[in-house]
């Protein structure tokens, strides 16, 4: 069996009277791509500052590429704290050169692959300003320049999309796949459920300092699935015409093994009976000769897998209006 | 090692590349020259106005003039003799078409009791006044006692008493001796300001890593103790290059100086000069004891940037380090005056105190060789105490965020680190 670079087993932390993290497992295989999800407050910062060693369990074990998370692991790993942290009075070039430096990787060596960062995240004309001369965003991607230059085993991104635009969240998400190709293991915590769905494999779902789901997110989602199927004709005007509703709900009604119907938009959600197949009801609306334009197996985002497990008191996810994610 | 030296590197140039570092040290010897200048340039002026523009001597005693003329010749003033007497008029044509300076009137009323007349457009100003009123009232009373007995001894009391001081071991002796207090002072002055200035400077950078975080990403390639002590040493590096600015510029100044004291004045006494330069074992020994006393200090420093978050907080944090720096301080500027106790040539043994207080001491002798070597191998000792303990605050406190440690949760960081 591969490795797994992170592994924790039982890990709690408090701050005072505010437990932080309490009894979390966590298993990262090699080469996944890890989001670890969940509201703002959650704990994931907390669990990732644990895996740097940078704060201390109370109790239980961190591991980082099976030993404890010591100096040698640490160098293996591109971190990007939540906190953008630089050196503002640097120049661009300069500091990635310096924390390639430090990372052991030879100056000219730096500094050639620094450059070619730049080039890409469409910063080579800022190479030598000053960083605090750049704007957030631009800092931003400057830090995250600074996380690959040693080539690490593992990235592990604490909230790297929250502050870029959208153009930019689709570069680093480009450069997060690319990695994971190249066999990088990638950690990242985020609170938008969009992102992770489009990019994670694997997901871990926090609140309120425990885990609530993890696993792979293919399989997740199927476990999930209610077995509601979406249905929607051709000439889907069931919205303005209520008689043309009204023929198309009692035909879909009439399907064998649909149990209830809802209508959702253009679309009619069915419920089946027990022991019913989908399969059954596509076989029965083609022998009907129905002008389908969809008949889709509903699965639920991770916002309303989410929301399901998580409760109705993380509101304040701020994860957005992802409903519609496909 | 490699990592120590990327950090220093880093370091030293981003302190030496502001302009701030070199405005401040390109001001001290641009200020010296400034002054040296501005100060010349008056000398050179005051000379050619008065060559340029007599006093005239008007005697109308027929006994005065020659002295008073002789004296303020050789005061240095442009000066003449008249003894026919003038009119008003004409004295005043004389001065507004700026032929003279001013005319000094000498009547009976000067040799009776010294009073004179001077007559010109500008007042005399205050150190030529008092200079021409004893020259006069001199003159006046040569003029007396020149008939009387014991004319002599009258003239010394006059005079006032005279104090003659005998120097043991000779002059040249006591001018090194003068000279060495000399330099223990500058040098305490020059260690106190570099070892404060420089240890807040390690201080401040320390606490910029925190509140910006990328100590975060830095600790997790490099360990604590290399951080800090690249840190450390990158400052103390820039520090070594301003002071090494420093001394290059006033070696620079003196030298140039001094041939232009021996081009324009070619009878001035150079002899004792070789006696007042510092000679190189004193400015070895500064070296040795600004390079101990700022690892023993800057690691401190380090340390209480560490605890804090905030430089409001670490202003207040560091009250005890600036506390270790200020008393001996103040206690070796109040021997200014002469005094000196036997008491603190002990309390420089204090490896936080020996730099300020051993220094003086070992240049002008006062404290014995065992004692100087003494004090520099607690000072060692104590710098691997010192780095010891601040490593493990700052190990601990350079990831910590909000409130500052307690001394009780100082005293677990230490054992926890």
């Known amino acids: 069996m591969t490795q797994h670079p992170v592994r924790l087993s039982g890990v709690s932390k408090t701050f005072g009277a505010h437990t932080a993290v309490s009894d979390f497992d966590l298993e990262i295989p090699e080469g996944s791509v890890y989001g670890l999800l969940g509201p703002n407050g959650s704990g994931k910062t907390t669990t990732i500052r644990m895996i740097m060693d940078?704060?201390?369990?109370?109790?239980?074990?961190?591991?980082?590429?099976?030993?404890?998370?010591?100096?040698?692991?640490?160098?293996?790993?591109?971190?990007l704290p939540e906190e953008r942290g630089v050196y503002e009075k640097m120049k661009v070039l300069e500091q990635l050169v310096f924390l390639g430096q430090i990372r052991g990787v030879a100056r000219d060596l730096a500094r050639k692959r620094a450059c070619e960062w730049l080039e890409r995240l469409d910063l080579a004309d800022w190479a030598s300003k000053k960083v605090r001369e750049l704007s957030k965003g631009m800092q931003q991607k400057v830090q995250f320049v600074g996380t690959v230059l040693h080539d690490p085993k593992l990235l592990i991104l604490d909230e790297p999309f929250s502050g870029l635009d959208p153009i930019n969240q689709d570069v680093l998400e480009s450069i997060v796949r690319e990695r994971s190709a190249l066999g990088t293991t990638v950690l990242f915590s985020t609170h938008l459920m969009e992102q992770a769905e489009r990019l994670c494999e694997r997901v871990c779902l926090i609140s309120r300092a425990k885990k609530v789901l993890d696993g792979d997110l293919?399989?997740?989602?199927?476990?999930?699935?209610?077995?509601?199927?979406?249905?929607?004709?051709?000439?889907?005007?069931?919205?303005?015409?209520?008689?043309?509703?009204?023929?198309?709900?009692?035909?879909?009604?009439?399907?064998?093994?649909?149990?209830?119907?809802?209508?959702?938009?253009?679309?009619?959600?069915?419920?089946?009976?027990?022991g019913a197949g989908a399969r059954s009801v596509l076989a029965a609306a083609v022998a009907e000769g129905a002008e389908l334009r969809r008949f889709e197996l509903l699965e639920p985002t991770l916002h309303e897998i989410f929301v399901r497990h998580a409760g109705n008191d993380d509101n304040d996810n701020g994860a957005g209006p992802d409903g519609g994610a496909r | 090692m490699k990592q120590v030296w990327v950090i220093l590197v880093r370091e030293y140039l981003e302190k030496v590349k502001t302009k701030g570092f070199w405005i401040a040290t390109l001001a001290l010897p641009v200020l010296m020259l400034g002054m040296m200048g501005v100060s010349a340039f008056l000398g050179i002026r005051s000379q050619q106005a008065e060559a340029d523009r007599p006093l005239v001597v008007l005697d109308r005693t027929g006994a005065l003039g020659e002295a008073v003329v002789e004296r303020i010749g050789a005061a240095g003033y442009a000066t003449e003799l008249l003894e026919a007497d003038l009119g008003v008029e004409e004295m005043d044509r004389r001065v507004t078409e700026e032929e003279v300076e001013a005319f000094l009137i000498l009547d009976e009323r000067t040799a009776a009791e010294g009073a004179f007349v001077y007559r010109?457009?500008?007042?005399?100003?205050?150190?030529?006044?008092?200079?021409?009123?004893?020259?006069?009232?001199?003159?006046?009373l040569e003029n007396r006692l020149a008939g009387a007995e014991e004319a002599e001894s009258l003239r010394a009391l006059v005079r006032g008493g005279r104090l003659e001081y005998e120097a043991v071991g000779g002059e040249v002796a006591e001018v090194a001796r003068v000279a060495a207090k000399a330099h223990g002072m500058i040098g305490a002055v020059l260690l106190y300001m570099c070892m404060a200035i420089y240890g807040s400077f390690v201080l401040r950078s320390v606490l910029e890593e925190k509140r910006t975080r990328i100590v975060e990403v830095v600790i997790s390639s490099v360990r604590p103790w290399q951080l800090m002590l690249g840190k450390i040493m990158g400052v103390g590096s820039m520090g070594l290059t301003q002071l090494a600015i420093w001394m290059l510029c006033v070696a620079l100044i003196g030298t140039a100086g001094i041939s232009f004291l021996v081009q324009v004045v070619p009878a001035a006494d150079t002899s004792m000069i070789s006696e007042i330069l510092p000679s190189v074992g004193s400015v070895a020994l500064l070296a040795v004891f600004f390079v101990l006393g700022y690892f023993l200090f800057s690691s401190l420093f380090a340390a209480v940037g560490a605890m804090c978050s905030r430089e409001e907080e670490a202003a207040q944090a560091q009250l005890p380090v600036i506390a270790l720096l200020g008393i001996p301080f103040v206690l070796q500027m109040s021997t200014a005056g002469g005094a000196s106790f036997a008491w603190m040539g002990w309390a420089a043994l204090f490896p936080f105190f020996s730099p300020i207080l051993m220094y003086p001491r070992a240049v002008d002798g006062s404290a014995p060789v065992w004692m100087v070597a003494a004090s520099i191998v607690l000072m060692v000792a104590a710098i691997f105490a010192m780095a010891w303990l601040s490593g493990r605050i700052y190990r601990v406190g350079?990831?910590?965020?909000?409130?500052?440690?307690?001394?009780r949760e100082l005293y677990r960081w230490v054992r926890a680190a």
């Open chain 1, 54 to 79: 940078i704060l201390m369990p109370d109790s239980g074990s961190v591991e980082l590429f099976g030993r404890p998370p010591d100096f040698a692991g640490r160098g293996r790993v591109g971190y």
């Open chain 1, 218 to 274: 293919k399989e997740l989602k199927r476990r999930e699935r209610s077995g509601t199927i979406a249905v929607e004709f051709d000439d889907a005007l069931g919205r303005s015409d209520p008689r043309r509703a009204w023929q198309q709900e009692r035909a879909v009604g009439s399907w064998p093994g649909v149990a209830g119907v809802v209508q959702a938009g253009d679309a009619w959600h069915l419920s089946l009976e027990d």
């Open chain 2, 120 to 140: 010109g457009q500008d007042s005399p100003g205050r150190v030529r006044s008092a200079l021409l009123a004893a020259i006069v009232g001199e003159a006046a």
């Open chain 2, 398 to 407: 350079i990831l910590m965020q909000g409130k500052r440690p307690s001394l």
